[in-house]
């Protein structure tokens, strides 16, 4: 019994990294997006006939790339569930 909580002490150590470095390279992500999304908001404020297609298609990207990274934004209810399954274990 003491192996195998040793064991499962060590693999919530290792999760709780992970956790962290996931959050942070996320942020380095939305932080990254904001950059673009800065420079190209002068361009937000011409109308849509006079960009170009490399700046309509980046704008693209870049509502795309929002959009994935906000689908993988981490969910308190989320969370909760893999507390409880880790409880449950």
Request: aromatic share 2%.
């Amino acid at each position: 019994a003491s192996v195998l909580l040793q064991e499962q002490l060590v693999t919530n150590r290792l999760l709780q990294e992970e956790k962290v470095s996931r959050e942070a390279l996320l942020g380095r992500q939305f932080d990254l997006i904001a950059c673009f999304e800065q420079t190209t908001k002068r361009s937000r404020n011409l109308s849509k006939s006079k960009l170009s297609d490399g700046q309509l298609n980046t704008l693209d990207r870049i509502a795309t790339a929002r959009a994935a990274i906000s689908d993988m934004a981490p969910n308190q209810d989320e969370d909760i569930s893999v507390q409880e399954l880790l409880a449950e274990g």
